[in-house]
């Protein structure tokens, strides 16, 4: 048995947590906030195998120069001289190939694959109640050209084995009887599933703590000492302390925490927003507005409208242009809802770890020896979120890991 530090408590540090007790070990959680709030609270709560073209996808870095100047566009990218800023988007530029993607394909398909099955069997043997729908994603669709570019992921998803299928107005309607939708038609994945991020978190915290796991909340880790390629102590802002393992799970605060360790963690906080509204939709299936990047979930007692990808540096301001655009697009789509002033001065946003080709990294670093890292995952941390924590238990207990981790390695070159 070792005594294990998990540094974060968003959904990859519960879950890396989560797996390291089944595994035997001694559990430690720190966390800077009061573990009720951010990216794993205000995510759109997808289960979702369909998103398996990574953020850096060819012609993204394209758009985002030309949406830089447009901060109500879907990804705004704050241009700023800062060196790591700069190191980031020169890898992601150069990400941004067909070859790139062709190669993260089947890694995002089957991290994503294994967790949606291992929140099935979390749900199952802890008997949990968190909300969890398998009713599938609809991406809905206002011109004929976008159209035909979701048409053309469904056929990627269908050679991959995913339940995908291009879908006219006339059967969204049957799927959505109870909205008026303005669109041309869609794809749909009934490969995908939902939740209610809350919930689980909820949840998985209490049953963590019955198990014998320590959390410290509102600490803020402040410095890391290292001894002869080890981790030795680490000085949070109440206590200094000491373990065997340590889990590198910071989400967006990652790479500030490696720099410490020597480590050259390229990463960058992607913010997104979220509304949420508790009148009734009728909306009964979770969908994105195609050209919006909008995501809408049907959750438990209130439908969220999540989106936007803000690269603009580690901040929790609310930028209401944004907020607006969301709730603008929202009413494009479905013609028949307009959120409130009330509701969108609600909003609230999260921070997403951007790694610059848009895969997590996972795993240990030659630099360190007793540390593994688990960040990185872009919008697609509630999708992988158990199966990175099952991956980290496997690495700490040194056993063979359930998937090939060579495409998460946290010092692949870019």
Not at 48 to 59: D, K, R
Not at 81 to 105: G, P, Q, T, Y
Not at 329 to 352: F, Q
């Amino acid at each position: 048995m070792k005594h294990c530090i998990v540094i974060g408590g968003g959904i990859i540090g519960l879950c890396s947590a989560y797996y390291l007790q089944k595994e035997g070990h001694q559990v430690t959680v720190v966390d800077q906030s009061n573990m009720d709030a951010g990216a794993s609270y205000v995510n759109a709560g997808y289960l979702s195998p369909s998103h398996i073209i990574p953020l850096s996808a060819p012609g993204v870095m394209k758009k985002g120069l030309k949406w830089m100047f447009n901060a109500s566009s879907p990804l705004y990218i704050k241009p700023r001289i800062n060196s790591d800023f700069l190191k980031w988007v020169l890898a992601f530029n150069k990400s941004c190939n067909v070859k790139h993607v062709e190669r993260a394909i089947p890694a995002i398909k089957e991290i994503s694959l294994l967790s949606q099955d291992l929140y099935d069997e979390i749900k199952t043997t802890e008997s949990f109640t968190f909300h969890y729908e398998k009713k599938g994603l609809l991406m809905l669709c206002q011109t004929e050209k976008m159209l035909e570019e979701e048409i053309k992921t469904v056929h990627l998803a269908s050679q991959e084995g995913l339940e995908a299928q291009e879908i006219s107005k006339q059967e969204l309607r049957l799927l959505e009887p109870d909205v008026n939708l303005n669109v041309v038609g869609g794809t749909y994945y009934k490969c995908d599933s939902h939740t209610t991020p809350n919930e689980f978190m909820e949840e998985m915290v209490v049953y963590l703590k019955k198990t014998g796991v320590v959390f410290y909340t509102n600490e803020k880790v402040v410095d890391i000492e290292m001894n002869n390629g080890k981790i030795d102590t680490i000085l949070t802002s109440k206590r200094q302390m000491k373990a065997d393992e340590y889990v590198l799970a910071a989400g967006s605060w990652s790479s500030k925490l490696a720099k410490k360790l020597d480590l050259k963690l390229l990463l960058q906080a992607g913010k997104g927003y979220r509304i949420n509204t508790q009148r009734s939709t009728g909306i009964r299936i979770p969908s994105i507005l195609a050209e919006a990047k909008v995501a809408v979930t049907p959750m438990n007692g209130f439908t969220r409208f999540a989106g936007t990808m803000e690269i603009a540096g580690i901040n929790h301001n609310i930028n209401k242009v944004r907020v607006d655009a969301i709730a603008y697009a929202v009413h494009r789509y479905y013609p028949e809802i307009e959120l409130t002033s009330e509701e969108k001065d609600n909003a609230a946003c999260g921070l997403r770890p951007v790694s610059p080709d848009g895969l997590p990294y996972i795993g240990k670093s030659t630099k360190c020896q007793n540390l593994t890292i688990a960040t990185g995952h872009a919008m697609m941390g509630w999708s992988m979120g158990t199966a990175t924590g099952k991956l980290v238990a496997e690495v700490i207990s040194e056993k063979k890991p359930t998937l090939d981790m060579k495409m998460f390695h946290p010092d692949r070159k870019f």
